[in-house]
């Protein structure tokens, strides 16, 4: 973690279930509002992990929720919330009124929470500032559910067509079981129709097949395709067929993507150093590959790069010719991050960090590099 580190753009500009995936696998603690330009939320991240949550909304405050649930009347609502004051909250009075136990109190607080972390995975739009610093958690009730557990239960919530499709690709698209399940696998509480649909790609299959075989609804299935590549669970093969070219477009961004990875895990470790280290290799990088860096802000703003536009950049060269283009280029921007970032931090943060860069496989050649 770096203390004080401080990202912020556009939701649209990431994949918010990824970005949370990247900051479960850095261990990362900081706290991520989300701004959608009506009522701004908050993830409290601690190690990795969400803690905690908060809503400006009115309807996600504790009374609204336990109405909701049926845990309380429509009387002990209005009554209770006439006698909130400063230094005296809804869930306080609730109990000392004996309308709730303290037991149901906490496990309310506990479904309030959960709703607003739900609802926060289908923001597609507004602004999000993630700042990475500790924080304390004295006087609240904590959550205690892994941030895998709370994607895969998250994203099942999200009906967006959009989202799925963007990260799954087309029908033809192959998917295929990970060799290697990651450790947090065995505590998903996964439905036999998911584990049945999980079980179907271990030999590798094209997204239409899967929807035949799958037992659920065709859009439940892209939903489920979508959270199992998020979380690692299952990843996308090559394709043929009549959708080949758009299959490949897919596979060039995920190839993209795998970088960005690698580019965020470098702005963390640099904290306030980031912007000038990632600013010093995209100014050395501009000269050979001007068009590729054109509109490439969020590189040095944030660590990251817009897969669309380089691959509108690339739009009509030859597949094997854009590939090697794509390759050369990431490789080298990768090399130029690691030859600046190095005369700034100490021996031990490079050591982690090549060792995280030759852990990916698909980045073999930059992690010879770093």
């Not at 504790?62 to 869930?91: A, N």
């Not at 996964?190 to 179907?200: F, G, K």
């Not at 854009?322 to 921007?333: D, G, P, R, T, V």
Request: net charge negative; aromatic share 10%.
């Amino acid at each position: 973690m770096t203390d004080g580190l401080i990202l912020e753009g556009n939701i649209s500009d990431i994949n918010l279930a990824t970005f949370l995936m990247s900051l479960y696998k850095d261990k990362e603690t900081g706290i991520l509002v989300i701004d959608n330009g009506t009522y701004p939320k908050a993830l409290y991240i601690k190690e990795g992990n969400v803690v905690f949550a908060t809503s400006k909304c009115p309807d996600d405050r504790l009374g609204e929720s336990l109405l909701r649930s049926g845990k309380i009347t429509i009387r002990d609502f209005l009554q209770t919330s006439k006698q909130i004051r400063p230094g005296k909250r809804m869930g306080e009075i609730l109990v000392d009124g004996g309308i709730l136990t303290p037991e149901e109190m906490v496990q309310g607080v506990i479904n309030q929470l959960n709703e607003i972390i739900d609802s926060i995975f289908a923001h597609a739009t507004g602004h999000y500032r993630l700042e990475l610093d500790d924080f304390s958690t004295e006087d609240l009730i904590t959550l205690s559910i892994e941030m895998p557990t709370l994607l895969h239960n998250g994203m099942k919530k999200v009906k967006s067509w959009r989202m799925c499709h963007s990260v799954v690709g087309g029908p033809e698209q192959r998917l295929r079981r990970s060799d290697e399940l990651p450790a947090f696998f065995s505590t998903l509480d996964l439905a036999p129709d998911e584990e049945h649909l999980l079980s179907l790609t271990v030999g590798g299959m094209p997204v239409s097949s899967l929807l035949e075989a799958s037992y659920l609804p065709q859009f439940d299935t892209y939903n489920l395709l979508w959270i199992f590549i998020t979380l690692g669970l299952v990843k996308k093969e090559g394709a043929t067929g009549k959708a080949a070219e758009e299959v490949k477009a897919v596979n060039f961004e995920e190839q993209i993507e795998d970088y960005n990875e690698v580019y965020f895990h470098y702005f963390t470790k640099l904290g306030g150093a980031a912007e000038e280290t990632f600013r010093n290799a995209y100014d050395l990088l501009s000269a050979s590959f001007p068009a590729l860096l054109e509109r490439q802000e969020g590189f040095y703003g944030y660590g990251r790069l817009d897969p669309d536009e380089i691959l509108m950049c690339l739009r009509n060269m030859p597949d094997a010719e854009k590939s090697s283009a794509i390759s050369e280029f990431l490789q080298e921007l990768l090399y130029g991050v690691a030859f600046f970032a190095n005369m700034k931090l100490e021996k031990a943060q490079i050591d982690e960090i090549n060792e995280y860069v030759r852990n990916r496989s698909s980045l073999s050649a930059g992690a010879r590099g770093a």
